[in-house]
């Protein structure tokens, strides 16, 4: 059993002000209870985001709410258009985020980063490069029409030959790409991809400083079938080199949960229901 991205939690300061940023800013479908709102921003559970207050996401990983700095990780937002890389741009920036990075091709496509209300990084990219001619004005966009294609997570690491075993040999996490300088993990049909570059070269991609310490604001839910399976994903995940955090418990009704810590810092949430 290998784990899967099944639900990104990310930890805000303002839960009705993250809302109306991924509802009508990112095109999200919202629901679940005011507290606990749950982001649907595309079809399936691979573009799941769940929006928790920031100290409780720390509190039930067992860890520090302090941050300072890159948080280590960015979210994408892939699209199948330049043109539409521009809408959600000025779409998000319409509702509260800030462009961090301005649009630019590359050999690869097309893509910027923008920065949501609470200070998490979107890379909006798409494989189709602009066209250098004919650069229409991009509209303001009304939260509704445009869906990403998935919506992958990318974690910088200090050190990648040794993320790729933990995540591969370590946890069992199938590669799908394999490059010096990036590492794509498949979840598997309709879940959100694992990716990897060393943190330098995250946080330059994102126009960032690379510094940064503390608690990273995010965790990653892998939804599991008994307790038995969460105590066995904790063992083997601290087995390959990484930390349990918080040891496997009753988490009320019939939920039973622990997290774990990766090679660098970034926390998993196993839990069955």
Same mark, same amino acid.
């Given at each position: 059993?290998?784990?899967?991205?099944?639900?990104?939690?990310?930890? @805000?300061?303002?839960?009705?002000?993250?809302?109306?940023?991924? +509802?009508?800013?990112?095109?999200?479908?919202?629901?679940?209870?005011?507290?606990?709102?749950?982001?649907?921003? #595309?079809?399936?559970?691979?573009?799941?985001?769940?929006?928790?207050?920031?100290?409780? @996401?720390?509190?039930?990983?067992? $860890?520090?709410?302090?941050?300072?700095?890159?948080?280590?990780?960015?979210?994408?937002?892939i699209l199948d258009s330049a043109?539409?890389?521009?809408?959600?741009?000025?779409?998000?920036?319409?509702?509260?985020?800030?462009?961090? *990075?301005?649009?630019?091709?590359?050999?690869?496509? !097309?893509?910027?980063?923008?920065?949501?209300?609470?200070?998490?990084?979107?890379?909006?990219?798409?494989? %189709?490069?602009?066209?250098?001619?004919?650069? %229409? +004005?991009?509209?303001?966009?009304?939260?509704?029409?445009?869906?990403?294609?998935?919506? &992958?997570?990318?974690?910088? $690491?200090?050190?990648?030959?040794?993320? *790729?075993?933990?995540? %591969?040999?370590?946890?069992? @996490? &199938?590669?799908?790409?394999?490059?010096? %300088?990036?590492?794509?993990?498949?979840?598997?049909?309709?879940?959100?991809?694992?990716?990897? !570059?060393?943190?330098?070269?995250?946080?330059?991609?994102?126009?960032?400083?690379?510094?940064?310490? #503390?608690?990273?604001?995010?965790?990653?839910?892998?939804?599991?079938?008994?307790?038995?399976?969460?105590?066995?994903?904790?063992?083997?995940?601290?087995?390959?080199?990484?930390?349990?955090?918080?040891?496997?418990?009753?988490?009320g009704g019939d939920a039973y949960?622990?997290?774990?810590?990766?090679?660098?810092?970034?926390?998993?949430? $196993?839990?069955?229901?």
């Open positions: 059993m290998s784990p899967t991205i099944d639900v990104i939690t990310i930890g @805000v300061r303002d839960l009705e002000r993250a809302r109306r940023f991924y +509802e009508q800013g990112l095109g999200g479908a919202v629901a679940g209870e005011p507290r606990a709102p749950t982001v649907d921003l #595309g079809p399936g559970r691979a573009s799941r985001l769940a929006l928790r207050p920031w100290d409780a @996401v720390a509190s039930d990983a067992g $860890v520090d709410a302090g941050t300072s700095g890159f948080r280590g990780f960015t979210l994408s937002y043109e539409k890389v521009d809408d959600v741009l000025a779409r998000a920036k319409r509702h509260g985020g800030e462009i961090s *990075k301005p649009p630019k091709n590359a050999l690869w496509g !097309y893509s910027a980063y923008i920065t949501d209300p609470d200070g998490y990084l979107w890379k909006i990219a798409s494989s %189709k490069r602009r066209p250098l001619i004919a650069r %229409k +004005e991009p509209a303001a966009g009304d939260g509704s029409a445009i869906q990403p294609q998935e919506i &992958p997570i990318t974690i910088g $690491v200090a050190d990648m030959q040794r993320a *790729k075993e933990f995540y %591969k040999d370590g946890l069992g @996490v &199938p590669v799908k790409k394999d490059y010096r %300088k990036f590492v794509m993990f498949d979840g598997g049909a309709g879940v959100s991809g694992l990716g990897m !570059y060393r943190r330098e070269a995250l946080a330059d991609d994102a126009a960032v400083p690379p510094e940064g310490s #503390g608690f990273r604001g995010f965790g990653i839910t892998h939804v599991t079938g008994s307790a038995e399976q969460v105590d066995a994903l904790l063992t083997r995940a601290a087995q390959a080199g990484g930390r349990v955090v918080k040891p496997g418990a009753a988490a949960s622990g997290w774990f810590a990766d090679l660098d810092g970034n926390l998993w949430h $196993v839990v069955s229901r």
